[in-house]
């Protein structure tokens, strides 16, 4: 009898309270005990193998995988992972807002990596260098170092190629400029706007003009919406007069004669379709554009802006008018504005048109502002500034030594502190936070951080 005649017999008879070995295959007959009980036991086990073995379907011809490479970096230490995991399941809570790049981020500043059982990245995810040949092997492809050269450009993850640009914008700009005309347009439209997205966070010049201006007919709009921003900043492209006009109507100049000192607002407006179309216009118009129609330069319209809760939604609309047409000095500027006025999640986005020190610079006085306005600073960066001893006594931690709660959102945001705490000063958090009395799920990253100290001849 086949088995996969046997089983559904064997089956059906144990249902209806049978005894099923006068019904199994003679075969299986010598394998049986002369106790009933025994010898339905056996044949319980020898029906579980054929059902889990015999009868398995055929999967075909297959290849077996090469072993996961082995990374450049030890693993955390056995004795870490445990509170790894415990970070890392925080960071993935639904409603904290987290995300466990951050905890990969700071294993990888502080010489480690993860244990694949813990954590592991997929093909396309945007994770520390390191894990390149995790990746390379998930995706089933070569993992050549990605150097000035463009002959691998194949074989690189789409991670990969995004840190390549960023290496060549900033080491070798018209090595990067020949690396997007000629591998560009082979691209898809997310990995197009990923790529040009890469640009847009370095400075341009008029040597990328035409780049950007072949891109005006791209196929997909929000390349070519994003390449027409680039163009404003370079000056190569203008807003209709009309337009610029118009934008300046929605907002107000005055100048105090004695000190003539400029401040600009943004009027409420009367409609949310003006609303719309104010954010409109400031989606195609430039700073420089709409500066010289308010009759002031650039610098004085970022550093003239009042921030008031009534018009944060204009604020956010000029944020992105500097991200995108302003200079990095403009985006330092603004962003420095916004967080003197208490508003660091407005100034968030601009981070990435800043140099590093001048976002470490901001760091102190968001700590200084609470835990909040430092979580909303400094939340998503990747390279966090190092705090030093003295911010423990900052209204941040302050605030963190006097929670009674622990909801996954409050634990982010303290986990955004113990990221921007050097081991040292995350050892000093813990006894401070322990002292306090607070819950332990926000001791376990200032914890971490106190132990992950870089290996030995790292």
Known sequence: MRLDETYPVLRDCWIAGGQAAQVAPEEWQPLLDADPDESERRLLALAGQAFEVGMRPDLGP??????????????VPARLRPLVRRVLQAERTPGSGGSPRRVVALLDRRGFTVNPVDWFPSAGADVPEVYRPWQAWTANSADPDPGTSVDDWDLLTRPARRRLLRRLRATDPAAA??????????????????????VAQTDLSDDDVPFLQSLARDRSAAVTRLALRLLARTGAVSADPDDVTELCGFLAVSRKKLSRRVTVSAPAVKTAAQGRRRDELFETVSLAELATGLGISADELVTAWTCTASQDAATRALVTMVVATGTQ???????????????????????????????????????????????SWCHDATDP???????????????????????????????????????????????????????????????LSAELRPPEGA
């Open 329 to 375: 000095p403009q985006a330092e500027l603004l962003a420095t504005r916004l967080v003197a006025q208490e508003e660091p999640g407005l100034a968030a986005p601009l981070r990435p048109r800043m140099r590093p020190a001048a976002v470490a610079e901001l760091v102190s006085t968001v700590l200084d502002q609470g835990i909040g306005a430092t979580h």
């Open 62 to 75: 297959h290849t077996a995988r090469p072993p996961l490479p082995v990374l450049a970096r030890p693993p």
């Open 385 to 447: 500034a190092q705090i030093a001893p003295g911010a423990l006594g900052s209204a941040a931690f302050s605030q963190l030594c006097e929670k009674d709660s622990a909801t996954p959102a409050e634990v982010h945001a303290a986990n955004t502190l113990a990221l921007l705490c050097p081991p040292d000063v995350a050892a000093r958090a813990v006894e401070r936070l322990r002292a306090a009395g607070v819950a332990p799920q926000y001791l376990d990253l200032f914890v």
């Open 177 to 198: 400029r020949q690396l997007l005309d000629d591998r560009f347009r082979g691209e898809p439209a997310a990995e197009r706007s990923a790529l040009l997205e890469v």
